[in-house]
């Protein structure tokens, strides 16, 4: 059986860079999604009321 205490490995370095180069958060396309849809949303209130 493995010990309970964690120990870093050489891996684990490898791993961290890689998912720090990678990963990232979609704020901006968030951000743009949603204010297309309330754009479009808006545009269809506006032509059905005229």
Known sequence: MRP???HPEAKDQQ???YLDS????PYFGVT???L???CLFTLAILLGIF
């Open 4 to 6: 309970m205490i964690w």
């Open 32 to 34: 743009v999604a949603a």
């Open 22 to 25: 990678t990963t990232r958060a």
């Open 15 to 17: 791993v961290n860079s």
């Open 36 to 38: 297309g849809v309330f």
